[in-house]
């Protein structure tokens, strides 16, 4: 039977620390149902979702366990149960890039979370205009629309906040 185990790791940016974290789960022959990793400033972030059977998992978490407190690595795992089954929705890409605020990106989860719409993932990256340097913000999310969400209203009500803030946006169905 397989038992899931969702883990984060955040610690000192450095090469071969994502080798580092791949090669335990491999070695104990765990497999890797989803993952982000990312560099956030000088610091590197993992978030994983593994599966193994109960054995193997503990011993990945021993071997974990060690590996950050040799590499001063902030360690959580839980244990938990496969992914939920979802009801009936449409997954869609929102892909938006406007003038980077303290509330864009709230502004945006309580829309769809208004909608009752769930944000499955979710990224920022700012960059700078290219023409005079003015802090921007690229922002992508996956949201999962329930199937019965009538999909012309809720674009209309999208496109209608994205103008009001001054946002570029996409809303596509993910293909």
Request: proline residues 5%; hydrophobic residues 45%; charged residues 20%.
């Amino acid at each position: 039977m397989q038992t899931y185990l969702a883990i984060t790791l955040l610690g000192q940016d450095h090469l071969g620390l994502i080798e580092r974290i791949m090669r335990p789960i491999a070695q104990h022959k765990c497999l890797i149902h989803d993952s982000r990793i990312a560099s956030l400033g000088q610091q590197s972030a993992a978030v994983l979702l593994v599966s193994g059977s109960w054995d193997r998992l503990t011993r990945l978490e021993n071997t974990l366990k060690l590996l950050a407190k040799e590499h001063d690595l902030a360690l959580h795992m839980v244990r938990t149960e496969a992914p939920a089954p979802v009801e009936a929705h449409l997954s869609y890409a929102v892909d938006v890039v406007g003038l980077n605020t303290p509330d864009m990106t709230h502004q945006l989860a309580q829309f769809f979370t208004a909608q009752g719409i769930h944000i499955r993932d979710l990224a920022t990256m700012p960059f700078s205009s290219p023409n005079n340097a003015t802090p921007m913000l690229n922002l992508r999310m996956q949201v999962d629309i329930p199937a019965n969400l009538r999909l012309a209203l809720l674009k209309e009500a999208f496109f209608d906040l994205c103008d009001e803030l001054n946002l570029d946006a996409t809303l596509d169905p993910v293909r």
